[in-house]
């Protein structure tokens, strides 16, 4: 009888674990961004006791940001819909010399962005660089082309993901960006 209780515990344990695969403490390396509002904060510092959903996106894209930040939307909608009200969103610019705080800002004022919990984040290169190191995020400049009237356009590739941090600043799990399965986010959160 012991063995079968200990094995029942262990099996628990073990699934328990399973639904959150990573654990990296990201804490201790926030540095400084910028808001879509011109405020100035410790990244991810700033989020300590929250659940975190982050993204990294540039404002000019024409494929996956704008299906990440669609789904982010709907990962909001959906938490505040069954009550979650410890999470937070944050989309960090990785293009930070073209996506300042005013383009920032019309990006969320197009998309209508629900500005409560969700906040678009750029700042100096090399911090955006040091987080990226930080949520294993790689963003390639790809080449630019250019409209009839010679505007540019620019291109990055980069990797699709929004990453899951709990309260206690550990990155816990990843997913697509561009396609999530909505309730397997929801449960990761309540589970958290």
Do not use: W
Not at 98 to 115: C, E, Q
């Amino acid at each position: 009888m012991k063995y079968f209780f200990f094995l029942l515990i262990s099996l628990l344990f073990i699934s328990c674990q399973s639904k959150f695969p990573e654990k990296e403490f990201v804490g201790n390396r926030s540095k400084t961004l910028v808001s879509q509002d011109s405020l100035t904060i410790d990244f991810p510092k700033h989020y300590k006791g929250k659940i975190l959903l982050v993204s990294f996106i540039f404002t000019n894209c024409p494929d996956i940001c704008p299906l990440t930040t669609h789904n982010l939307q709907l990962i909001q909608k959906k938490a505040k819909e069954e009550k979650i009200d410890n999470v937070s969103f944050a989309a960090i610019s990785f293009d930070p010399e073209r996506d300042t705080p005013s383009v920032m800002k019309n990006f969320t004022d197009v998309r209508n962005l629900d500005l409560s919990n969700y906040n678009l984040f750029s700042g100096k290169r090399e911090n955006i660089k040091s987080l990226m190191e930080t949520f294993h995020i790689v963003a390639i400049a790809n080449d630019t082309t250019f409209t009839e009237n010679m505007e540019p356009v620019y291109f990055f590739m980069h990797t699709d993901r929004i990453t899951l941090v709990d309260q206690d600043q550990n990155i816990r799990k990843s997913y697509r960006g561009s396609e999530i399965n909505l309730e397997e986010i929801i449960n990761d959160i309540k589970n958290l």
